[in-house]
């Protein structure tokens, strides 16, 4: 679409999750290009030229399209195994199985992921991929190759392993890379993928995957790999109690010192889970900037706990909402976690203060882009931001009589999405994907689902 042909959005409540949490009962959006030109109160203005579009959004809200901040899409084709175990004895039922896949099934996985996603209000995807079993093709070029054909923005954390059993880690020996494999394959990834620009659809972080799966040399050279390439990093941390004993155990100190001792702290930093951690942890975060990716499905799912997101939040630690890979949260769907969030964290101390509607709504927008480190472009309805946004259905049986949209939109239903935009494009009508066959996709899922049994079973 030219820059200069318009779509108007009217007649819908807007929640635009600015730094006012600015709202409107009623109201107009101007995209232009891949631009919001302007919104506000009340109808959208007069005279406006090169209108491509208008919508009539009567009975709908719009938000910014979700922000997913933590994921791993190959985990697609091997969802509902494993579903009585903590974190430590799910890693090592599923690290065999995960060994032995390749790049069609990568790329199966990757779509099945981002559609799920996609049609339930994700604009922007990340995915943590660290499994690059030797001679399996491309997996990196698999990843982005299905977020652009689906019309998703994505940051591809690009993770690695090199701890495997013979040095105390979890992993199967087979299933990691060595030392200067990783941080040469990672560099490449970031080289030919990365782009920096403002309106960039594809971006790549460094990313090992946590202590017990990474040496001390990878976390630390992969630190200085990603502050010389001028992109941000990612890794697991203070998932389990059982991290915490096996950081104590191997570096005699916990997850967040033994972080902070390689350079891993800081503003260009998120870490995914960050569910034990006490004050003091909690207290270098905001001192240092670090982010957090709050996945509260995958945390019930394996009983790690319950992260601390109201005193991560009163200490200006950045934190988003992930939906973690959907091998430990089968629905792959992110705008569930804003119920979720909210629920989870009232079981904890601040029970019934721990956090409202708005601060959940905040979590899976803006909060994802700044731990992205993306705020300045996406994660608000703001003039000059991208034009990522959904449309919410609020007038249906299941939100009707909720007066409160933002209180419909997490605590109710999963509501109806009639139109998702990235980038100013629309990819989502009425609840299916425009660029994409789900029924295809869900039939190469299930294939490659299928196939990577069986390779497994043969061992």
Known sequence: MAADRRIVIANCAIATVDAKDTEYASGYLVLAGNRIESLGAGPAPEGLENVARRIDATGHLATPGLVNTHHHFYQWITRGLATDHNLFNWLVALYPTWARI?????????????????RGGVTTAMDH???????????????????????????????????????????????????????????????????????AMTQVAVAPCSPFSVSTELLRDGAGLARRLGVRLHTHGSETVEEEKFCHELFGMGPTDYFESTGWLGEDVWMAHCVHMNDSDIAAFARTGTGVAHCPSSNARLAAGIARVPDMLAAGVPVGLGVDGTASNESGELHTELRNALLVN????????????????????????????????????????????????????????????????????????????????QIVENGRLLTADEDEIARSTRTEAQRLARITERG
Do not use: C
């Open 102 to 118: 390749d790049e069609p099934m990568v790329h199966a996985a990757a779509r099945g992921s981002l559609a799920m996603m996609a």
């Open 129 to 199: 991929h660290y499994v690059f079993p030797r001679g399996t093709g491309d997996l990196s070029g698999a990843i982005i190759r299905a977020a652009r054909d689906m019309g998703v923005r994505l940051t591809l954390a690009r993770g690695s392993m090199d701890r495997g059993e013979k040095d105390g880690g979890l992993p199967p020996d087979f299933a990691v890379e060595s030392l200067d494999d990783a941080l040469a394959a990672t560099e490449e990834t970031v080289r030919r993928h990365h782009d920096a620009s403002f309106d």
């Open 346 to 425: 009232r079981l904890g101390p601040h029970r019934e203060t721990a956090l409202n509607t708005r601060q959940a709504l905040r979590l899976g927008t803006y909060g994802g882009a700044q731990v992205l480190g993306r705020a300045g472009e996406i994660g608000s309805l703001e003039p000059g931001k991208l034009a990522d946004l959904v449309l919410w259905r609020m007038d249906t049986l299941a939100h009707a009589s909720i007066a409160d949209p933002v209180a419909a939109l997490v605590l109710g239903a999963a509501a109806p999405v009639t139109a998702s935009f990235v980038h100013g494009r």
